[in-house]
Antibody
Framework: EVQLLESGGGLVQPGGSLRLSCAASGFTFSGYAMTWVRQTPGKGLEWVSSISGSGAKTYYADSVKGRFTISRDNSKDTLYVQVNSLRADDTAVYYC??????????????WGKGTTVTVSS | QTVVTQEPSFSVSPGGTVTLTCGLSSGSVSSSYYPSWYQQTPGQAPRTLIYSTNTRSSGVPDRFSGSILGNKAALTITGAQADDEADYHCVLYMGSGISVFGGGTKLTVL
């Protein structure tokens, strides 16, 4: 069974940092592009960042560019996002999602259950 | 700034048909944007319903269908059931690895 399990969320002060992880299982991780999506409390979903299967290509939403860094370790079947300079409006549930193949980003076919990041002093 | 528009809320009677739409603040939605749709119930992760305009994801009942209607992408639920009550999110793929979500539609079945 294809599964994604996020971790690393928590309470952090404004300006702080976290590294979120997404452990993948049930598929050949390196063969698929991956994405982070977030959902602010009571609001809609927002695309955050995507990465190709090899990790060579990365993409970011303007709202996080320069502060977030997406990466992956294909030897550990794990996706990461380093989130720095956190602001109150970064408070959200962060989901990782799988794309249907190594270099296409047309849609997400599998989602994790999410990890919650709260930015507050 | 690309804005993807969805109705904030919609209601449908059990057994009824409802069409939710996904548009662009500027321009028309076509299949070139590979519209996809996701269902989300409270406290749960999104579930993929439709991709590439009109392809149902594995296990999705055929009462869910996708299309292009006029200048928007559309999700139609035919014969709505109580457990279809959820938030529905559309996504348009802008190219270069970038996707944009709509604001979501809260569907009430009553």
């Amino acid at each position: 069974e294809v599964q994604l399990l996020e971790s690393g969320g928590g309470l952090v002060q404004p300006g702080g940092s976290l590294r979120l992880s997404c452990a993948a299982s049930g598929f050949t991780f390196s063969g698929y592009a991956m994405t982070w999506v977030r959902q602010t409390p009571g609001k809609g979903l927002e695309w955050v960042s995507s990465i190709s299967g090899s990790g060579a290509k990365t993409y970011y939403a303007d709202s996080v560019k320069g502060r977030f860094t997406i990466s992956r370790d294909n030897s550990k079947d794990t996706l990461y996002v380093q989130v720095n300079s956190l602001r109150a409006d970064d408070t959200a549930v962060y989901y990782c999602a799988k794309h249907p193949d190594v270099g296409s980003y047309y849609y997400m076919d599998v989602w994790g259950k999410g990890t919650t990041v709260t930015v507050s002093s | 700034q690309t804005v993807v528009t969805q109705e904030p809320s919609f209601s449908v009677s059990p057994g009824g048909t409802v069409t939710l739409t996904c548009g662009l603040s500027s321009g028309s939605v076509s299949s070139s944007y590979y519209p996809s749709w996701y269902q989300q119930t409270p406290g749960q992760a999104p579930r993929t319903l439709i991709y590439s305009t009109n392809t149902r994801s594995s296990g999705v009942p055929d009462r869910f269908s996708g299309s292009i209607l006029g200048n928007k992408a559309a999700l139609t639920i035919t014969g709505a059931q109580a457990d279809d009550e959820a938030d529905y999110h559309c996504v348009l793929y802008m190219g270069s690895g970038i996707s944009v979500f709509g604001g979501g539609t809260k569907l009430t079945v009553l």
